[in-house]
């Protein structure tokens, strides 16, 4: 299981316009509607937003990794997206956030949530992944750069 | 007939939706003697579970299912090759893993009504709630056992 397996380049923003969490995951979701796998996109926001009141998913350095287990998705859900100006996810380090990246899942998929979850985490923790990201200019890229790490 | 709030252990270790991973380990390793963790709201009703194999699905989030059915098979899972890294702590929340469909003993039934439906759901303790859904307390089949012979003069 890679996570490049289920990150598409159209569920990718690379420039997020989005001045706060709440606008920059509507970005993103609206994107992942061409999956096919948004039943409702309406809901699948405010599960989201109603899991990160619950506790930021901002883990540090820069990164957020918003996520819902939520019956307005079919299956799961990946995408991307990267701020220049950075948005304030009430992270834990307190700093603001330029890479997010969005997860939906169905309940059902929990095995598969979690994976990927703990994959992207580790992706993460290595500085080298978080600055060849940032870097990144085209979703190709992301992808690249991800399928790179992940081996 | 003995009501089932005439056993059970009143002083339950709860969590809510939004405690970390990380607290939730040290929970349970503070309290490893009761194996099921109740998940209230602010007004105590009960709305998820969480037991040790929530844990699991966290380590092995693809095999956990399959050891669910198969406890022979935890011998070859290699629980020292963890494939997880410390932001998990913060990052996962009890929300991402409980158990939000459960069953639960009401606070109306006997001893007799929690003990089958703890063995028609292979469970070994219960969360006993009342009409509106709140917690009142934590039922284990020993609770029951106990009172058993209590009645007939052994315990």
Known sequence: MKVSEYLKKNYCVMDLNAADKEAAVREIAEELTSSGKVADKAKFIE????????GSTGIGHKVAIPHARTASIKGFVIGFGKSKEGIDFNALDGEKVNLIFLMGADPRELNLYLRVLAELSKLLMNSA????????????Q???IIRQFEK | MVNVKEVMNTSVIKVKRSTSLRALLDIFKQFHTHPLIPVVDDQDILIGMVYPENLLDILRPQQAKLFRSLPFMEMDQDVFDLDVVPSMGDLIIVDDIMDKHFVVAKETQTIEQAYKHMRMHQKERLAVVDSGGKILGIVGIFDIIWRMFK???IA
């Open chain 1, 47 to 54: 599960d989201i937003l109603e899991r990160e009141s619950l």
């Open chain 1, 129 to 140: 992944f978080r600055e060849a990201l940032v870097s990144a200019e085209s979703a190709d």
């Open chain 1, 142 to 144: 992301v992808i690249q």
């Open chain 2, 151 to 153: 009645e007939k003069g």
